[in-house]
């Protein structure tokens, strides 16, 4: 690549001495043939130039030609707008007046309405009078006051008919001035139409001429620049013999450096490529077979690692294999949350409680740098509790492991090739992930950074517990999950009744703090069990199944929702009272009190 690049170099150099070098070759015969060659292409180039030029010449002249139309076009159509402005006024005014003159015929029109309509009442009224039985004693007086009235009927009437045929008049010559003035407006628009028609045809032409003078002076440009790229042959093997020769033109003898620094950079490529052709015929071809296998193997390992990193699963919690319990706090959902915050700001030793030695990692605010704390509950052999903790901050946590560094109450030892900082008396911090703390008892950490490096067996991704952790809703802002119900009551204070925790294999439950709070519970029902049973039993009777032992609180705000999956598989979903999310929140703490639960449970 480095040798066809400096080969293109080398060329433009020889071909920039050629063009300036014209006149030194005139003094090599060998060179004759060239310089005929570029003579003819010059004068081919003259000749486009000049028909570029002619066509340039052209399109001004068309150009010129399209403005005077343009102007001509704008005097006419002002002509004829001018001619048109009167004829409007004229229509204007006859239509007023063919309006005024209608407007008097419907008004005469009206009124011999009136008058018939008049003289049809009278008759009725003295139709009417005479009908009476007896006769009234003024019947003549009233007849004769109608006949009189009747009488001048006649008179009003002609005198309306002679007014209705001067209106009629009228309106008909209104409308023979209007009809007058807009034949006389029609006929200028039908010559504004014909006269804007007649230019813009013209100009059509026009431009379809200058678009045909473009288009020819594109391909003249095209030949003139064919014809230059011709001329570079002719170039090349004059600037060669004159670099060969050592003749620089007067104007240019940087170009001849140039052309010999080019040639001397491909000869150092042309011998370098010659020496790495010998070493390579030098080379057992055993021994390349072998490179060449090590670096297929490289890039297949390379692969498959990518292939694992690529269908590895997201947000893994590397918790030890015999968990039991899973509480998963959502750090992130409870600063957003107004319930959360006035619930902290009310009970100041809510959250510490609730997330437990997270609380006590220095140098990191859970609130605003954490995104998820994860405590992980079991019982060693000899029954005794045990409890596994992982904190994980929002991005990188370089601050808070400086932080721990520094602090002079830390011992730092090292756990199978990783860090832990060690305060006593049974407190630790060990990093086990980019953004990832383990973080409680001394023994419960470093049994967490031998699962994190798999020399010890973790929580299976596959198995049945930690699917059900999965299906629980990830952006809630707190998860619970056991594999065994009748403990919750032992590990934290009790939150669902004997008789649910003892109808499951498996129990789980999400919250979240929306408004209202919205939950959902997850139920393996126990094979002794019937789930139809027990689905029915929470339907009809959610007051006795769901509520908080040793309260009157209620879990649901209306009865759940209850859905059966499979033969053993519940779900209920339900909304939350403020007050019974809040003491859900505090029996997870424990920092309710404690003491009417306790005898509670020791009666049953």
Known sequence: MALRHERRLLQKSEINLGREGIAQAANFPELRNEIVALKKLEQEQKEVALRIARIEEGIKTIEHERQQNAREQAEAIAKLEAEKKPLLQQRAQAKNNLDVCERELTGVERRIQESEAADRDLLKQISDLHALDPAPADLEARSADITARRARLPDERA?????????????????????????????VEKNMARTRSEFEARDRKLNDNIRAQQEAAREARTRHQIVEERKNPAYLSIGRHLAEKGVAPPNAPHLLAEAHRRREAVDSHLKHKAELALLSSQIDKQELRKFYFSVFSVLVLLA??????????????WLPQETDIILSINAEQFERANLAKRWRGEDPKLWPALVGAAASV?????????????????????????????????????????TIGNDKTFQKRSKSGLPVWERPPDFAIARVGPATLAVGAPEEVDELVLVRLGMKPDLKITGQLFDRFQALDRDSALRLISRDPPDLSRVFHPIFRRELLDASQLLGLAVNLQNPVKARVLIKVNPSKNAADLARNLRDKPQQWLNFPDSQLLLYLQPPEVQIHGNSNLELRFSMPEASARLLFERLAKTDTPQPVAAYYTKQ
Request: charge should be positive.
């Open 304 to 317: 498959l690692i990518l292939l694992v990193v690529f269908q590895s699963p997201r947000g893994r919690e």
């Open 362 to 402: 220095p140098g990191l605010n859970l609130p605003r740098d954490a995104v998820r704390v994860t405590r992980a509950l079991t019982t060693n052999e000899a029954g005794e509790p045990r409890e596994f903790n992982l904190v994980q901050a929002r991005r990188a946590i370089p601050n808070v492991i400086s």
């Open 159 to 187: 005198e309306f008919v002679r007014a209705r045929l001067g209106s009629a008049e009228a309106v008909r010559l209104a409308k023979e001035k209007l009809n007058t003035a807009e034949a006389e407006l029609s006929a």
